[in-house]
């Protein structure tokens, strides 16, 4: 059992224990660097890209993860290796939480507000557009909230998460309740 742990743990024979702290160093350094440029790359992408996948999300997502894998911890196959990508990643991405409590200005550049694309009826084109959205999409997020026709929209708005929220013409009280993706540990 000692001997199979051992192996698991183990780092490249042809290392020293210094050297072989310099590389999962190196592993951290490069993982915060694609960690920054995914974050960066994905917000570029938009909101809509975030709040519902498609098959070709899901194969963006699979592809980029594959990728970047490499670029992280290079010829390292060690449990460290994976282990230090991980910590880094998850760090970071706590770090990063953390840092857009704290800054408004950061949260308003990483996450966005919210864009009405609907009103009145009238589908808002050049910001459908410049957020990425089709009306054969608006139309889905219709049907979800039981509309049949654009006419019986007053508002849609594309959320922050990406979803889009729908108040009827018909509309006494103007209330959402928010969907939560993820859940922020203190």
């Known amino acids: 059992m000692i001997e199979w742990f051992s192996e698991v743990f183990a780092h490249p024979a042809s290392m020293s224990d210094h050297a072989y702290v310099h590389v999962l160093g190196l592993i951290a350094l490069k993982t915060t660097i694609i960690y920054f440029f995914l974050v960066v790359g994905l917000r570029l ?5 975030l ?11 699979i592809v980029l993860a594959n990728a970047v894998q490499n670029a992280m911890v290079g010829d390292d196959s ?5 282990i230090t990508a991980a910590t880094t990643l998850l760090l970071l991405n706590r770090l990063f939480t ?10 308003h550049v990483m996450v966005g507000e919210p864009v009405v694309i609907v009103n009145d009826g009238v589908l808002l084109t050049e910001k459908m557009k ?7 999409q608006v139309m889905a997020a219709l049907r979800e909230h039981g509309l049949e026709r654009l006419d019986q929209a007053h508002i849609c708005i594309l959320e922050i998460d990406g979803t889009i929220s729908v108040v009827p013409v018909d509309s006494q009280v103007h209330k959402t309740r928010r969907h939560y993706r993820a859940l922020r540990l203190p």
């Open 45 to 49: 992408l938009g909101k809509r890209e």
């Open 51 to 61: 709040g519902q996948m498609n098959i070709y999300d899901l194969v963006l997502i």
């Open 78 to 82: 060690t449990v460290f290796g994976g």
């Open 98 to 107: 953390a840092a857009m409590l704290r800054s408004r200005k950061l949260e």
């Open 130 to 136: 410049h957020e990425g959205i089709t009306e054969t």
